[in-house]
């Protein structure tokens, strides 16, 4: 299967996020913590994002080459245990409910470490790689073959394990205790054992590196049915020394104990923990069957995430896009999951208050969701009293009993740029970053302004306003501009940025605006009627257009389903014909198929087996929507 290719041009940030910190993670260089990209991709989910189901995101460029997998190698679907917040609700819709009653299910220890695939043909270890993009992963056959028996009679196939070293050993021989410092050891520059395993894995390889303190502990031979752990052990594989546990059914107060059992064996395992694997058995798997993403019979049940305690040192306040300011706790630096956090916010003035989160006081900061970490928990409330300022840079303030309002926001050009900058990104115009869009609105220039007048006359507009100078900086920015020649009607309706109106709801204004079926259930109800029942807001979206077509931009209206096209949407694995996106072009280009979001008029919902109830399974049986296999729409397409 080809490496996918896929076009960033019009991806959202987030979007562009999660393939950046996948490629890194695979790479070992995580750019966030596991839990910070778990809420990434659960944020995309929400959406239907099409890159969290892409197979072939990941670092496969390295200088030590590169190994195909027989297999694809997927990662596990996850529920995450928060502080008072236990996933039951979350664990029974994405596992249990898929798993037949009678199955058992087989619990052990998640380690934290990197995932690696060893391959054996015609009875002879031939490759050791890392998962990689899940097509193909970097080779560590060097650096590991003398982790493994050299020679298994009668195996072909691949063992899967992860690399880890000792917690024991990481921290007494190679843990970068001070971040802030640049270490001369090449092997103690990391701040966690995990990125350790990486860095020293991905590296070229060296005699020097001491490649025997890692170790690859082994939970899988791909497509076996029998014991795993006791044929491993047969072959001379290190597994995981913790006693499995072993259930047929089981409640939420059984869930929440066997979360505890694990939770204390965390402190005692030798190995980075963080979580619970839970699988289930070997006689059901085939019938379970899998995602492109993730199998379906086993699940990851994420530890509650680490929290630190620190000092608040200072107090800023920063301006949202509504005109609020949001305070910000300057803390006393701290590591908190492998990096240094020294900012955190705060969510609004009167919850600082409430919680006396000023200056000198001891606060708890966690990881759950967000990429900027927040306080949690007020441990000591600071001794001194918070002054309310009386105005923001030279505008006045006004305390509404929740937020600090800045009266005049709409007029600053802290306001402008960012709007500014949210438009631009969503109209797909590249290089406009936050500090260009505010020296744009410094010169007093809207988004109108830019898209309205010819490339000379914004120069000349930009120049006369002394914020920028002619040159590189200036010809990059007008050529960004008027280099897009299409956008679709709904990314115009987005770049207006109507509260609270995300893409989702700017999709079906589009179809509601150009006359075809929309579906509006489950959207908010108070934005859709803000819009539909706002003459002034349709008449700025087609003010917006009718500037967009002066210049020659295609604005792109969505299209009815033609009579006789056959409708689909996807759900689950479609690693047998290719990716999601390789079997949507197989179907559209004959002219007879055309993807759309599940309705009520969608013809068919294609998944990966009848044995799955993943939430569209659940949509499409509602809805009536006939549910046929990947094999069935290749056999549907060939009676046509």
């Known amino acids: 299967m080809a490496k996918t290719k896929i076009d960033l041009s019009n991806l959202s940030a987030d979007e562009k996020l999660f393939i950046q910190a996948k490629e890194l993670y695979y790479g070992g260089k995580p750019i966030m913590s596991d839990t910070d990209f778990d809420a990434l991709e659960d944020r995309l ?94 080779d560590y056959t060097q650096q590991l073959r003398n982790h493994f028996p050299q020679r298994i009679k009668g195996f072909s196939g691949e063992i899967r394990g992860e690399a880890v070293i000792e917690s024991y050993l990481f921290d007494s021989k190679y843990k970068k205790i001070d971040l802030s410092q640049v270490s001369t050891d090449p092997l103690k520059k990391y701040s966690n054992a995990r990125n350790f395993v990486a860095g020293v894995l991905g590296a070229d390889y060296s005699d020097k590196i001491p490649y025997n303190e890692i170790d690859v502990v082994c939970f899988e031979i791909v497509g076996f049915t029998g014991n795993t752990k006791q044929q491993l052990l047969k072959w001379n594989f290190q ?54 993403h993730h199998p379906l019979w086993a699940l990851a049940v994420k530890f509650i995430t680490q929290e630190v305690r620190t000092s608040i040192i200072d107090i800023e306040l920063g301006m949202s896009k509504r005109g609020e300011l949001i305070p910000v706790a300057i803390l006393q630096p701290i590591e908190l999951l492998g990096s240094m956090v020294g900012r955190a916010s705060m969510y609004n003035v009167s919850w600082m208050i409430a919680k006396k989160a000023f200056i000198g006081a001891e606060v708890t900061l966690i990881k759950s969701g967000d990429i900027i970490p927040k306080i949690v928990d007020v441990v000591l409330p600071s001794p001194q009293d ?19 309002l800045v009266e005049g926001f709409e007029n600053t050009t802290e306001y402008k740029a960012n709007k500014l900058h949210a438009a631009v990104v969503a109209l797909g115009i590249e290089n406009l970053g936050p500090a260009t869009c505010e020296k744009i609105a410094e010169a007093g220039l809207t988004l109108r302004d830019l898209i309205s007048t010819n490339p000379d006359g914004l120069r000349m507009s930009l120049l006369q306003s002394k914020q920028f100078k002619d040159g590189r900086e200036l010809e ?57 029942n706002d003459p002034k807001r349709i008449d700025e979206v087609k003010e917006m257009v009718g500037l967009l077509l002066n210049q020659n931009i295609q604005v792109i209206k969505p299209e009815p389903p033609k009579k006789g096209i056959i409708t689909f949407e996807m759900t689950g694995d479609c690693t047998t014909h290719g990716s999601k996106g390789e ?4 179907l559209e280009q004959t002219g007879k198929f055309l993807h759309a979001s599940l309705t009520k008029d969608t013809s068919y919902l294609v998944t990966n087996t009848l044995a799955s109830n993943t939430s569209k399974m659940q949509k499409a049986n509602k809805l009536n929507v006939k549910i046929v296999t990947y094999e069935d729409m290749l056999n549907i397409l060939n009676t046509l």
């Open 45 to 138: 989910r929400a959406i239907d994002s099409f890159v969290v189901d892409i197979v072939g995101i990941g670092s496969s460029k390295k200088k030590n080459g590169v190994v195909k997998h027989i297999t694809p190698m997927g990662s596990l679907a996850k529920v995450q245990f928060k502080p008072g917040i236990v996933p039951w609700d979350e664990f029974k819709h994405k596992f249990l409910n898929q798993v037949p009653k009678t199955a058992t299910l087989n619990w052990e220890p998640k380690l934290d470490g990197n995932a690696i695939n060893i391959t054996y043909t015609n009875e002879l270890l031939t490759s050791i790689c890392s998962r990689g993009d899940g097509i193909e992963g970097q």
């Open 239 to 292: 597994v995981q020394d913790f006693q499995m546990e072993s259930h047929v059914n089981i409640d939420e107060k059984q869930f929440i104990e066997i979360y505890d059992k694990f939770a204390k064996y965390r402190t005692k395992c030798k190995y980075q923990l963080d979580g619970i694997v839970v699988k289930a058995s070997e006689d059901v798997r085939t019938y379970m069957g899998k995602t492109s």
């Open 386 to 404: 918070f002054v309310m300022p009386t105005e923001y840079k030279g505008l006045k303030t006004k305390y509404n009993g929740v937020n600090l």
């Open 476 to 532: 990059i920015l007008i050529n960004s501009i008027f280099a897009i020649t299409k956008v679709q009607l709904w990314e115009v309706i987005y770049c207006l940025q109507y509260r609270n109106c995300g893409k989702t709801i700017s999709k079906q204004l589009a179809n509601w605006m150009s006359k075809i079926p929309y579906d509006f259930k489950g959207l908010e109800k108070d934005v859709v009627n803000s819009f539909i």
């Open 583 to 586: 079997f949507k072009l197989l």
